[in-house]
Each structure stands twice: as C-alpha cells, then as structure tokens.
Nanobody, 115 residues
Framework: QVQFVESGGALVQPGGSLRLSCVAS????????MGWYRQVPGKQRELVAS???????NYADSVGGRFTITRNNNKNSVYLQMSSLKPEDTAIYLC?????????WGQGTQVTVSS
C-alpha cells in the first residue's frame, strides 16, 4: 500500500498561482499514470490532470492551459503547477494513480481561491 502526502495548498487570490507537491512512500516508477484529483464537499471527485511514466500530460477541460502536471520518478513525486486560479478551483487536491487505488488516498491539501 502506497501512502501519498500532498502539500502546497494555501489561500490565494483569484489570478494567483500555487505549486502542489505529492510525495509517495515508495517508488512510483511502477505506476504508469499518476494523477491529481480534487474534491469539493457534496460533489464527485474530479481528475484534473494526469501524467504518464514518460511524462505525457493530460488535463481536464476545466484546467487546461492553466495547470501543468509533472512527475519525478527518482523522487517518487508528482507536482501540479497552477496559475490563473479561479474561485471554482477551490477544493481539496489529492494525488493517486489513475485509475485510483482506494486504499492509497492521502489527506490532500486545501486550495482556497478567494479575494
């Protein structure tokens, strides 16, 4: 069972930027696709970005052009650079494999976009 620890969330004004980090307790090299998800209370968890082992990214339409996902297999880490943030980006952000392994969810990191 892999444990993911997310960090980097904060309160930021609309139009601002944040960089989220996710560190795994063991190697992610065997996980072909890693993803960043977000969760808003009362709504279904959403996959916002994913990246393959070689580094090919994919984005949800809601964040395309604003978010950039990268991974460093040597550091067992996945990152999400977020820019031009909007209030609707407010959520808890979590990382996991794609599709997710239910037992591997971490606590996530809270991102709040508000003036």
């Amino acid at each position: 069972q892999v444990q993911f620890v997310e960090s980097g969330g904060a309160l930021v004004q609309p139009g601002g930027s944040l960089r989220l980090s996710c560190v795994a307790s063991e190697s992610i090299s065997s996980i072909y696709v890693m993803g960043w998800y977000r969760q808003v209370p009362g709504k279904q968890r959403e996959l916002v970005a994913s990246v393959t082992r070689p580094g090919r990214p994919n984005y949800a339409d809601s964040v395309g052009g604003r978010f950039t996902i990268t991974r460093n297999n040597n550091k067992n880490s996945v990152y999400l650079q977020m820019s031009s943030l909007k209030p609707e980006d407010t959520a808890i952000y979590l990382c996991n494999s794609v599709p997710p392994t239910e037992t591997d969810w971490g606590q996530g990191t809270q991102v709040t976009v508000s003036s």
